[in-house]
Antibody, heavy 120, light 112 residues
Framework: QVQLQESGPGLVKPSQTLSLTCTVSGGSISSGNYRWSWIRQPAGKGLEWIGRVSASGITRYNASLESRVTISLDTSKNQFSLMLSSVTATDTAVYYC????????????WGHGTLVTVSS | DIVMTQTPLSLSVTPGQPASISCKSSESLLFSDGETYLYWYLQKAGQPPQLLISEVSKRLSGVPDRFSGSGSGTDFTLKISRVEAEDVGVYYCLQSTQLPLTFGGGTRVEIK
């Protein structure tokens, strides 16, 4: 069964770049008709889809964040990553990585999530 | 973006009683391939969301049959036939018919 694990700094200063990695086990990130997403959830609030990368490396982003977001695959490490630039306090959230259900972006498997706080 | 509106915001249910959650989308979720990409998740405290129902009504393996999904177009419903203590948490609907994916605001279910 596929498992996902987020990693990265838990504290980022305002205006800097948030960088997270999702390590995938139990399956190859570059095979199959899967899409790999990042989703975030501010404390006590709802879920926001950030964007996704397909197994072939094609990316799609939420327009609300597109100017600041990069999602990429590292097939050699079976990982995918998120970079979010020019962060502010409003970017403070639990960040989840997820794998889509077959042939779709809707998440079927999720990582446990990692809290990222933006503060000086 | 497609706006997903869930009601009610919260629900307090006696064990063994039914519960129903509504999810309405601002546009039809019927895709050009004939499928409707509406999903239901349950997020328990301190955990990531877990997928319960895919494409309106397809229950995932291992999900109890007391959970059922229905609907079409813009109106969808998740029903729990007999609520159990383990069903507490926040339920979210999600559409992936159109990017960006958008979630409903969530419905908190608690036990009386």
């Amino acid at each position: 069964q596929v498992q996902l694990q987020e990693s990265g700094p838990g504290l980022v200063k305002p205006s800097q770049t948030l960088s997270l990695t999702c390590t995938v086990s139990g399956g190859s990130i570059s095979s199959g008709n899967y899409r790999w997403s990042w989703i975030r959830q501010p404390a006590g609030k709802g879920l926001e889809w950030i964007g996704r990368v397909s197994a072939s490396g094609i990316t799609r982003y939420n327009a609300s964040l597109e100017s600041r977001v990069t999602i990429s695959l590292d097939t050699s490490k079976n990982q995918f990553s998120l970079m979010l630039s020019s962060v502010t306090a409003t970017d403070t959230a639990v960040y989840y990585c997820a794998r889509g259900v077959v042939g779709a972006t809707a998440p079927g498997y999720w990582g446990h999530g990692t809290l990222v706080t933006v503060s000086s | 973006d497609i706006v997903m509106t869930q009601t009610p915001l919260s629900l307090s249910v006696t064990p063994g009683q039914p519960a129903s959650i509504s999810c309405k989308s601002s546009e039809s979720l019927l895709f050009s391939d004939g499928e409707t990409y509406l999903y239901w998740y349950l997020q328990k405290a301190g955990q990531p969301p877990q997928l319960l129902i895919s494409e309106v009504s397809k229950r995932l393996s291992g999900v109890p049959d007391r959970f059922s999904g229905s609907g079409s177009g813009t109106d969808f419903t998740l029903k729990i036939s007999r609520v159990e203590a383990e069903d507490v948490g926040v339920y979210y609907c999600l559409q992936s018919t159109q990017l960006p994916l958008t979630f409903g605001g969530g419905t908190r279910v608690e036990i009386k």
